[in-house]
């Protein structure tokens, strides 16, 4: 395996799903950007699912020429360490993504612990209101449905703060715009998700 001679960039919206960059993963994806400027070529993307992890180690795979492994917590850890070996040897990064970074994720195979420890942690933060907002605004232009400008800060407002959720309340939007053919307006969202778990239209969660 050798290293991709390509430049670090910031992502670009491609054929498929486009990464927003935003207050809770942009701290992550600096920390990858400069990847050259550490000691360490194996690095840990760690944050919930649904948070963009697989779009942030594709946009790193294609601009750093890193080997990455997406659900590295599940994956056999001899297998891990030899990975982790060849990748230094062949001076190729090497990105692990996980829900948790050790010491939460509990390594037992001793000389890939100590490897590991000392490897960056690129974290993804839980999402605040602002996220919330500017990830649900996003979802709706993927799949080109119309919307109100001021339906994604309304949803937000009474939407749990879980990447998951998010996630979830996306797809319904998007599928009550497939539906009616109709702009996305606050009066829709609001009698779509009446009664649901998924937006409380009484009281914001903070």
């Known amino acids: 395996m050798s290293q991709l001679p390509l430049p670090i960039g910031w992502p670009r919206r491609g054929d ?38 697989s779009l942030i180690g594709a946009w790193f795979a294609a601009q750093a020429g890193a080997l990455v492994v997406d659900d590295a917590q599940a994956q056999d850890e001899q297998r891990l360490f030899n990975l982790w070996n060849e990748t230094r040897d062949a ?11 050790p010491p939460v994720w509990a390594v037992a195979l001793p000389d890939l612990r100590t490897r590991l420890a000392a490897a960056p942690v690129a974290r993804i933060a839980p999402p605040d209101e602002a996220v919330a907002a500017a990830l649900i605004a996003h979802g709706l232009e993927q799949a080109g449905s119309a919307f109100a400008p001021d339906v994604p800060e309304f949803v ?14 996306v797809q319904r939007l998007n599928a009550l715009s ?28 903070t």
Request: charged share 25%.
């Open 91 to 101: 001076g190729q990064p090497l990105l692990l993504i996980a829900q948790e970074a």
């Open 156 to 169: 937000a407002r009474r939407t749990e703060r879980c990447y998951e959720t998010i996630d979830a309340t």
């Open 16 to 53: 498929g799903e486009s990464l927003l960059i935003h207050a809770a993963n942009s701290d992550a994806i600096a920390l990858l950007r400069a990847w050259r400027e550490g000691a360490s070529h194996c690095f840990i993307l760690a944050g919930p699912r649904k948070a963009g992890r």
């Open 178 to 205: 497939l539906a009616s053919g109709q702009k996305i307006s606050v009066a829709s969202a609001r009698a779509l998700f009446c009664n649901k778990t998924a937006i409380n239209d009484g009281t914001d969660r």
